[in-house]
């Protein structure tokens, strides 16, 4: 059990930042990062006999527990009837953090933040979501998973179940295909 503490507070910080980019934004004020990351390390504690038998590095096999315990924070306060958050009425366009095009155009658009440019930010990040929806659903999840969770080539290949090689080929390709869509977002570049 020391162990396993260890090495999650070994990757704490990149954890943290995963449940940060895929926790749906409706449910910020009401859920803490930190306390799916304490669920996380329980549910960890009591899986540990499994991960014998996995083939994923120690890094993956938590990075999975974590994507399960946000899954499980949205099902319990997004589908629950009396904290129904569709209910309140949120500033900005509400978005899935399901979805990686959305995330991703949120996160590329977050520089957009003063009072004066709330509207533009929300037709921002439309209009970047729509753009990325016409990626591959594979590139956007490598971006994804290299710029806003941070892991590595090889990681990213491991969580994809793809060749090292194909992972960051697809990595760069998708690199390329973003620039071009952000380019013909009129006023995104010069937003940056």
Do not use: C
């Not at 749906?24 to 960890?44: F, K, T």
């Not at 014998?52 to 994507?67: D, Q, T």
């Not at 009837?81 to 209910?87: E, H, N, S």
């Amino acid at each position: 059990m020391e162990a396993l503490a260890e090495l999650f507070s070994l990757h704490r910080e990149r954890l943290w930042r995963i449940v940060n980019f895929r926790l749906d934004s409706r449910l910020l004020g009401r859920i803490n990062p930190d306390d799916i990351l304490q669920e996380s390390y329980l549910a960890a504690s009591q899986r540990i006999k499994h991960y014998a038998g996995l083939p994923s590095s120690p890094f993956i096999w938590l990075r999975m527990i974590v994507h399960q315990t946000v899954a499980q924070v949205h099902r319990r306060h997004l589908t629950a009837q009396m904290r129904d958050v569709d209910r309140e009425v949120p500033l900005d366009k509400p978005y899935d953090r399901y979805a990686t095009s959305q995330s991703l155009s949120f996160h590329l658009t977050g520089h957009l933040t003063s009072p004066s440019q709330a509207a533009i930010r929300a037709e921002m990040v439309n209009e970047v979501e729509q753009a990325i929806k016409t990626m591959d659903e594979v590139d956007q999840e490598v971006l994804a998973l290299r710029h806003f969770e941070e892991l590595t080539n090889h990681e990213v290949a491991e969580v994809l179940d793809i060749d090292k090689t194909a992972a960051s080929n697809r990595y760069i390709r998708a690199i390329q295909r973003l620039k071009e869509i952000l380019s013909e977002i009129p006023g995104y570049s010069e937003q940056e």
